[in-house]
């Protein structure tokens, strides 16, 4: 058994945002989803500042592809600064981490100083001492069924509160699929909570003690119209790890 730290931890849980998502040439559709996904984003650092929470995460898919204007990048780092806690990113499988990737032409000089992105195609634990809290997570750099989101997860550590994140599809049988993640692949990392990326709707596929939720996406988008939310999560000493869905452009 872990001895899990005294200090409580709140996160809050983003993903598949998709900005820039009139790439796909929609015209006057693009355009309006373009800007409600923008809305949206802005609506989520919001939140985050209001519930004073310790922790960000965006787990992928932040952009809708590798054809991002620099305003649209302008923009998404904006936000990201406007942020009053530290933020974790990775990339998902429409923002790779690949030879196109957008990520690659930004130095360190272009992130905000509250931007801890991940771009170790083997994984990155990143520590947040004042926080008890260690945070890991693994760069997407080929949507194909060689990669494993939660391959690599180093041991859960004693006295903090260990989270991971993955950007993949949670599936029965791996077989044929990309970027799988499977009950053992979860329940094998004994963490406190994994946040998921991919599927755009709000999903919980906790293994035993491990919470991991697929957070949805943040407003509607082209596949669901049950969308619109982040996951609030709440780590508390000796007690269950506790997830709350809040709403997002409502």
Known sequence: MLVRPKRPLRILHTSDIH??????????IGRQMAISMRRNFTEVISIANREQVDLTLIV???????????????????EIARAAMP????????????????????????????LHLILEPEGKRID???LSARVWGRA???????????????????????????HGLFTESEEGRSSPITAADIAATNYDYIALGHIHVFSDVSQGSTRAI????????????D????????????EPVKVERLAVGR
């Open 227 to 238: 969308a619109g939310w982040v996951a609030h999560v709440t780590c508390e000493p000796d």
């Open 19 to 28: 900005l820039e998502c009139d790439s796909f040439g929609l015209g006057e």
């Open 60 to 78: 992928g898919d932040l952009f809708d592809s590798s054809r991002v204007t620099e305003k649209a990048l302008e923009f998404a780092m904006g």
């Open 128 to 130: 947040f001492p004042e």
């Open 87 to 114: 933020v974790v990113m990775i990339p998902g499988n429409h923002d790779a981490h690949d030879e196109c990737s957008i990520y690659a032409r930004l130095s360190p000089a272009d992130l905000p100083a509250n």
């Open 140 to 166: 997407l750099v080929e949507h194909s069924p060689d990669y494993r989101p939660l391959f690599g997860v180093p041991a859960a550590s004693p006295s903090v509160w260990n989270i991971a994140m993955a």
């Open 214 to 225: 697929y957070c949805g996406t943040p407003g509607p988008m082209y596949s669901s119209t």
